[in-house]
């Protein structure tokens, strides 16, 4: 049996890098399709033209299968959705919202689709919606996350018990370990977010990067819940929110501490203090900025490696 | 290269099971170790005497290798270890708290000590503790929790590689495929908990077993943060808990809410209303009540199946 998610992309390796706010833009998406993996352009901070910009550089940068990503919460959805269908976009992943809205407009533009889901009452959903794979994610990744807090640990072999679609887990993977680990669970691939947020392509700031690699386990929490849970760094914005959220802070006080544009001040514009730093617990297996191709090599070799013991050292023979 | 776990210990798996309160009494125990896995008792909700009763069972119950699990905020800890002591037990797991203050006695005595970590920098503390093997437990385990709230898919690769001593994985496996993930981030071995409490053999009330095997994904939450982190089914005690803490109770508020004995009351008496319910995420994975030896015969088929598939079948082919 072939790789389905391989096939699907029509890709060398099951790798997707994970559409980030403020990360991945043409450079970053381009070097991993480049690398045979499936790039991923991060509409979610992009305005419509914005997106035109970066499809168009994309066009010139590779001629691999690249994708955009769309949260589905995006204000002016109707005019991104306009872009991707008229610049001829093949591949689109939907996050943050019900599958059911869009798929069908997007399947009929022969576009792929691939659902974000981070619990099993979405599987369902996305079955019905016709999607044509799907990303479930755990609670331990960067960014956004669901309310169940289930782990990709526990999540992907309940999300493959429920559907037979191609499978790719996403949450805490950044290594050719949890990427083996991801794939004995039941995924056909991974999504790689923060491994690729801290590489040398991505158009993240570089103290953003250089955060990253400082920060460790333990460094992260997903906060602010009764808004929309966001894994965030423990910086001072976050401190400031943890403790309103302590005392038990209403949603519009939240609302207040959060303003606007927090995730760009932390992650585009570098402000360590008082930016949103959006990043997966796996931060703490990253130790240094990388290019994508660097990064590629590392993930196949050690996937190969660790592979290769699980078959050959009798510790793994049960 | 053999599996230090099994060598540690003498046994035929590096399968452990966890220690659990009012469900891992000698029944349990004996069960898993006669499997060919380590059994252990649960001290944590036994007084000293009763302690001393399943360990007088247990020498009845098997010839293989056993041990104890022993909560270090046990009030009566020094009755507990002198029962353990004066009882010739072999093997002792320790855990929430530092494993400083009894490493050491129990060395003395010839015992083999394993100490239960949720972060990094309690790997260090083992190490200088002189502790013989390490669990590292991740934030979808059941029961009493870090505060650091990281999975096992990020916190295993952490931890192997901040310390070269042997590695256990716990929190969310409960099946083969786990074990198989497990085992690719760099433990040698696993302890399983939620799986075993719902055994025909742990002590549980029937009524808290089906509760386990009817309890899906998203069907528990890290809860109590503000006293000791525990992961808590979702009935009418923990919502009462849930909706204190949304609206900022302070530490004495949740601690008269909690009052005393909530987990006997749950899981040993099968109050599904008023008792504290303690399971991991992996209850989603966990279907039927059934013996030990069915559940050691289906761990270990899935690991061998699905290490074959990474084996041979091309989806695995990168």
Redesign the interface.
């Known amino acids: ?4 998610i391989k096939e699907l992309f029509n890709i060398d ?2 790798i997707i890098q994970g559409g980030m706010v403020w990360c991945s833009g043409w450079k970053l998406a381009s070097a991993v399709s480049n690398c045979g993996g499936l790039g991923l352009l991060g509409a979610g901070s992009m305005y419509p033209e914005v997106l035109r910009e970066h499809i168009q550089k994309m066009k010139q940068a590779t001629t691999k299968p690249w994708g955009v990503n769309v949260p589905l919460l995006y204000p002016d959805i109707d005019q991104l959705m306009n872009v991707i269908v008229n610049e001829g976009v093949q591949i689109v992943f939907t996050a943050a919202g019900n599958p059911a809205k869009w798929t069908g407009f997007l399947k009929a533009h022969g576009i792929t689709v691939v659902h974000v889901i981070a ?3 979405f599987a369902k959903k996305c079955e019905e919606a016709g999607v044509d794979a799907i990303v479930a994610e ?3 990744a960067g960014g956004h996350n669901g ?9 992907i ?2 999300i493959s ?1 429920l559907t037979t679609l191609p499978l790719i887990a996403a ?3 950044g ?1 050719g ?10 995924a ?1 691939g991974v999504q790689i977010g923060s491994r690729f947020a801290a590489a040398e392509e991505s158009s993240a700031h570089t103290a953003f990067k250089n955060c990253i690699v400082k920060t ?3 460094d992260t ?2 906060s602010l819940k ?1 808004l929309a849970p966001v894994r965030l760094i423990k910086n001072a914005f976050f401190e400031k929110v943890h403790d309103a959220e ?4 209403s949603i519009k006080e939240l609302q207040e501490i959060l303003g606007r544009g927090r995730a760009k001040k932390g992650i585009f514009e570098g402000d360590l203090t008082e930016g949103e730093l959006e990043i ?3 931060a ?2 990253i130790d240094e900025i990388k290019p994508v191709k660097t990064i590629f090599d590392e993930l ?1 070799s050690e ?2 490696h ?2 290769n013991d ?2 050959n ?4 023979q ?1």
Chains 1, 2 share one sequence.
């Open positions: 049996m072939n790789n389905r390796y099951p619990n099993g009452r755990g609670f331990e309310r169940d807090e289930t782990t990709t640990l526990t999540l072999p309940h018990r949450g805490g993977i290594t370990r949890g990427m083996l680990a991801a794939l004995s669970l039941g056909e460790g386990e333990g929490l997903l009764k302590i005392h038990g802070a997966g617990q796996v703490a297996l196949l996937y190969r660790v592979k699980l078959i050292n009798a510790t793994f049960l």
